[in-house]
């Protein structure tokens, strides 16, 4: 995203074209939706008291969040100009479940025709330098990890079988990304609101994706083909390469002039500094001291909350927490099907 900025304002990519609007309306909701339909393996029984204790953690952390947003919102929030109830938006939808949903979010307050693009891309630039402090600060913090069932896996990863990305599951996974995402658009349009057709994927995708992973397991092993296909192998792969593209053309929507003039006032990081201080004491205080969840579990479920199920499982496994490693992964999903809802709603309640 910086690359593109400096090009961009160096006249080497122009601001404005009409293939942006395509990355905008069609590649970006696309990876946001492949990113929630691959399924490497099913939840083990042993990991379910994991689940419930980092699930627990995690609402907690998004009621923090919610508190956080507010609390930014009434100290600078009037700072940040006539759109600033969409960035904040945007913002508490990014910690509640990932940098996805600050895209979606992005989309769903409409953000690009309104004018909005220099804020939009100032507020990713703050929330991705952000985010990397707030993970910083969740490694450093010491504690004991849940107890390693025997013979598991010493590689963080739950056992599972091979996974084999074929031709077959990629447009299996390309071929239900567009259905999930015309399903949804027709479903927004039925109920008057177009814009959220996005944020109807995000709780669509994972049931769709559970649904299909049920049939998986009664299937035999002689339909091994079919498993790779309906297990759409392959989708967090392409979701992570239209993601990078969606980020490069954000960059470039905005010069970095632009970016500057927005975040000189320092009311944007005076802002998400608020917001995600409140959001860990809360945390901390209402998660570990008052519900007695274990450190461990809240420390991933805020993970999950502000980086989403990739950070969060890469925090469990880089801490040796081999029976963190899927709990993060399905609460980081929920996350990611439940925040542009949430952010629309706290954005729409402050503006």
Not at 24 to 45: I, K, Q, S
Not at 46 to 69: H, I, P, Q
Not at 321 to 328: E, I
Request: a neutral charge; aromatic letters at 8%.
């Amino acid at each position: 995203m910086g690359t593109a900025s400096a090009l961009a304002t160096l006249g080497a990519l122009p601001t404005a074209s009409a293939a942006y609007d395509v990355v905008w309306g069609w590649l970006m909701p696309m990876g946001v939706v492949l990113a929630l339909l691959e399924r490497r393996g099913a939840m083990r029984r042993e990991d379910s008291a994991e689940s419930a204790r980092v699930l627990g953690g995690f609402v907690v952390g998004a009621v923090g969040t919610v508190v956080g947003t507010l609390a930014a919102w009434f100290v600078v929030g009037r700072a940040l100009g006539t759109e600033g109830w969409k960035i904040a938006a945007c913002l508490c939808a990014s910690y509640i479940g990932g940098s996805v949903n600050f895209a979606a979010t992005a989309q769903a307050v409409d953000m690009m025709s309104s004018g909005g693009k220099a804020l939009l891309s100032a507020g990713m630039a703050a929330d991705n330098f952000a985010m990397a402090c707030y993970l910083g600060v969740l490694f450093a913090i010491k504690t004991d990890g849940p107890d390693n069932v025997e013979g598991e896996s010493t590689d963080g990863a739950p056992h599972e079988e091979h996974d084999e990305v074929t031709k077959s599951s990629i447009i299996a996974s390309l071929a239900a990304a567009l259905l999930i995402l015309r399903a949804s658009h027709a479903i927004a349009a039925m109920v008057g609101q177009v814009s959220f057709t996005l944020g109807i994927a995000c709780l669509v995708a994972p049931i769709f994706s559970l649904a299909t992973s049920v049939i998986v397991q009664s299937m035999s092993s002689v339909q091994k083909n079919l498993c790779s296909v309906l297990r759409f192998y392959g989708a967090q792969s392409m979701s992570g390469a239209l993601m990078l593209m969606f980020f490069a053309t954000l960059g470039a929507m905005a010069d970095l002039r632009s970016v500057f003039t927005a975040l000189a006032g320092g009311s944007m990081l005076t802002f998400i500094g608020i917001l995600l201080t409140v959001q860990l004491l809360f945390t901390l205080a209402v998660g570990h001291r008052i519900f007695k969840l274990p450190l461990w579990a809240v420390l991933i479920a805020a993970n999950a909350n502000v980086g989403g199920p990739a950070t969060a499982a890469a925090m469990a496994s880089a801490k040796g927490w081999k029976r963190a490693v899927s709990p993060a992964i399905v609460t980081g999903i929920f996350g990611y099907s439940i925040a542009t809802f949430i952010g629309v709603a706290v954005g729409r309640a402050v503006a």
